[in-house]
Nanobody
Framework: QVQLVESGGGLVQPGGSLRLSCAAS????????MGWFRQAPGKDREFVAV????????AYADSVKGRFTISRDNAKNTLYLQMNSLKPEDTAVYYC????????????????WGQGTQVTVSS
């Protein structure tokens, strides 16, 4: 098993930046593909980004492509999400998730989840 703890959320103005972190403990971090998802009030949880076990492959939702960057440091057991040019529609609770297989865009593929961190984009 792996335990996940997100941090780095907060209130930011439109056009600003934030970097989210997800600290992993337990089983070897590099054994998991990792994803970021988000959920806004009254909406379903949606895919944001995914990264392979080695970090060599990434994929993004169209809504964040070119603005967000997913990365990982397997030596530090940490996943990151750099968010630039933030928009009010990016406001949501952001979750990191771990998949023992190859990851993907479907939240049902992921076995382990963090508790989430709130990101609010507002002036």
């Amino acid at each position: 098993q792996v335990q996940l703890v997100e941090s780095g959320g907060g209130l930011v103005q439109p056009g600003g930046s934030l970097r989210l972190s997800c600290a992993a403990s337990g089983r070897t971090f590099s054994s998991y593909a990792m994803g970021w998802f988000r959920q806004a009030p009254g909406k379903d949880r949606e895919f944001v980004a995914v990264i392979s076990r080695s970090g060599g492959r990434t994929a993004y939702a169209d809504s964040v492509k070119g603005r967000f960057t997913i990365s990982r440091d397997n030596a530090k057991n940490t996943l990151y999400l750099q968010m630039n040019s933030l928009k009010p529609e990016d406001t949501a609770v952001y979750y990191c998730a771990a998949d023992e297989s190859v990851g993907g865009r479907n939240s049902k593929d992921y076995e382990y989840w963090g508790q989430g961190t709130q990101v609010t984009v507002s002036s």
